[in-house]
Structure formats: structure tokens, C-alpha cells
């Protein structure tokens, strides 16, 4: 069992008075919880949550804990964030069916407050759509990728003219044209050379650098695929976890005891290898979706397959 500090108490002073009537019942002078605007004490709960899960939590906070500081985040910020995500997961997941939510039951819960409850659900929720750049982004990076015009013998990015040498010939101003008219491709072009996405070479050809729309630079973009990406993980995780059916992908390998250059041709080849699967799932995907653009019934779902790569001093908190 997780042993938690008792919460402090404080000791009240004894107060002469008049002894109460017999017919009088004594009362409870302090105030409750929710009167008092302090959170409540949910008893039984916090000390049932097994200590091996306590062991994962802190593993995996670890790291966002080192992050939060790096950005200059502080606690007390942290934990209001973290305040609204349980308010609002709770209310939207933990429903009965056949009642309405209520923010008692939120409170409940979560152990928020309830007039914090109501403050938060009342609150706008954030705006979860990509940035723009990322989207636009993302798409003709796609195009690049899964279309057999832009594709070289071996289906992958061919460096593309800035312009159509002829009325046939695949051209970066025509890559952008296919997924907006809205917007010059020499503006996509000089921000992605900014953020290392696109190098132009000698002879005016654009190669695109990485088969993925991930910015070198760009802090609005590498954020967004930040929180994107680890959440997609970390669900992948907990539904494996929960013991739902059925598991989700989820694999490592992990070895210790390795020479900085046995790190580095393990890196390479893992860079390789995990390239040659996402290349033949994004064309594979990308044929799929319009095949199934095509069928009008059918649930429609969302995939996301990704790869990663760690390293760390054996000797480090992060080494297991």
C-alpha cells in the first residue's frame, strides 16, 4: 500500500462556556469542505493506488518534469493545467449512461472542488487544431511522399525544379498548387529551407530533407508534434496497460553497457530501418484513404504509427 503524509491537523484551543441543555445536541462548529472552499480529502483513495503504478507515474513525469523547467513552467501553473485536464476528462468520459454530468459528480471524481469544477467546465476549451503551416505543411509532404509523380525507381522523394521545365514535368511550384492554390510555393519553399525541412542544391533542385514534416527550427511546429505524438504513445500505453482488447503495437529495445560507436551504428541502423516502415505505411495509408474517400458508409478512424530513438549515460536517472 502507497503510504501518504497525514495531513496536518490543527489543535484547537479549549473555550470556557456555559454548559449546553441536555435537550441541546452538540454541534459540529467546523466548517465542511466545500463551505470552506478547500478542496475535499478523498479518503480511501489516494492510499489504494498500487505502489508499482506510483513507481511508472514518477518514471514517466520525470522527464516532463525536466521539460516544465526547461520552459520555465511553474508549479503552480503545471497543476492548474493538470486541474482542467481532470475536470475535463471526467466530464466527458466518466459519464453515466442516462444521466446528466453534474459537477458534484465531477468533483467526486477528481477531488477538484466543485466551484472550481464549475468555473472550468464553463471555461472555452483550447484550440487542438494544427498550426497552420503545420497543415498545410504536412499535406504537401504527404503529396511528396505517396505520389507516384514525385516518386523516383526506388518510391522515394525525387528533388524536384523550382519550376516545370515542361508541360510533364513534376515541379515543387506544382507539388504546392495540388494541395492550395491559396499560397506561393517560393513562401512554403523559403520556410521550409528555414526550418530544415527543404535544402536546395546547386543546380536549383529541391530535396526534401526528411520523409515527415519535422522542423529542425520552428518552435510552434516541433511543439505541436510534441504533444501529438507523445499522447498518441502514452494512450497506446495505457490501453495495453488497462488490459483492453485487443493490445495495441508497443515495443522496445533496450541494451546498456554500449561504446559511444556502437550507439552510433545502432542509431544509424535503427534510423534506416524505421524510415524503410514508415515509407511503405504512409504510401500504403495514402492509397487506402482514397480508396476509402470513395465508400460512402463505414466508421471512419485514425491511425498513427511512430518511431524513436533514446540514448543515456548508463549512469543516468532516465537509464531504465
Known amino acids: 500500500m502507497v503510504k501518504f503524509p497525514a495531513l496536518p491537523t490543527r489543535e484547537r484551543k479549549k473555550k470556557t462556556s456555559s454548559p449546553r441543555s441536555p435537550e441541546s445536541p452538540p454541534r459540529d462548529t467546523a466548517p465542511s469542505a466545500h463551505e470552506s472552499g478547500t478542496p475535499p480529502v478523498l479518503t480511501g483513495t489516494a492510499q489504494a493506488v498500487p505502489p508499482f503504478f506510483v513507481s511508472a507515474l514518477r518514471r514517466v ?16 501553473y503545471a497543476s492548474g493545467v493538470l486541474k482542467a485536464i481532470y475536470v475535463e476528462v471526467a466530464a466527458a468520459e466518466r459519464t453515466l449512461e442516462g444521466r446528466r454530468q453534474t459537477d458534484s459528480r465531477v468533483s467526486l471524481l477528481t477531488g477538484v472542488h466543485r466551484k472550481d469544477v464549475k468555473r472550468l467546465r464553463e471555461e472555452p476549451h483550447e484550440d487542438r487544431s494544427a498550426p497552420e503551416s503545420v497543415s498545410l505543411g504536412a499535406q504537401i509532404v504527404q ?28 515541379s515543387f ?20 529551407v528555414h526550418l530544415g525541412i527543404a535544402r536546395v542544391d546547386a543546380e536549383g533542385l529541391v530535396h526534401l530533407r526528411v520523409e515527415g514534416f519535422v522542423p529542425e527550427r520552428g518552435m510552434e511546429e516541433k511543439a505541436f508534434y510534441f504533444g501529438r505524438n507523445v499522447s498518441h504513445h ?11 482488447q485487443p493490445p495495441l503495437l508497443e515495443r522496445t529495445v533496450s541494451y546498456g553497457g554500449l561504446r559511444q560507436e556502437s550507439v552510433a551504428e545502432l542509431e544509424a541502423l535503427a534510423n534506416e530501418l524505421s524510415m524503410e516502415v514508415l515509407r511503405s505505411v504512409n504510401q500504403r495509408a495514402a492509397a487506402l484513404q482514397r480508396r476509402d474517400a470513395r465508400r460512402k458508409k463505414g466508421r471512419r478512424m485514425r491511425i498513427s504509427l ?3 530513438f533514446f540514448k543515456v549515460s548508463d549512469d543516468s536517472e532516465d537509464r531504465s
Open 173 to 192: 511550384d506544382h507539388l504546392v498548387e495540388s494541395v492550395s492554390k491559396d499560397i506561393r510555393a517560393r513562401a512554403v519553399l523559403d520556410e521550409w
Open 61 to 76: 513525469l520525470r522527464p516532463l518534469a525536466r521539460l516544465l523547467l526547461d520552459f520555465q513552467v511553474p508549479f503552480p
Open 234 to 244: 502514452i494512450a497506446a500505453a495505457a490501453h495495453n496497460l488497462r488490459g483492453e
Open 143 to 170: 503529396r511528396w511522399t505517396t505520389d507516384a509523380r514525385y516518386l523516383d525507381d526506388d518510391f522515394r522523394p525525387r528533388p524536384l525544379p523550382r519550376s516545370a521545365l515542361g508541360a510533364r514535368t513534376p
Open 306 to 308: 511512430g518511431t524513436y
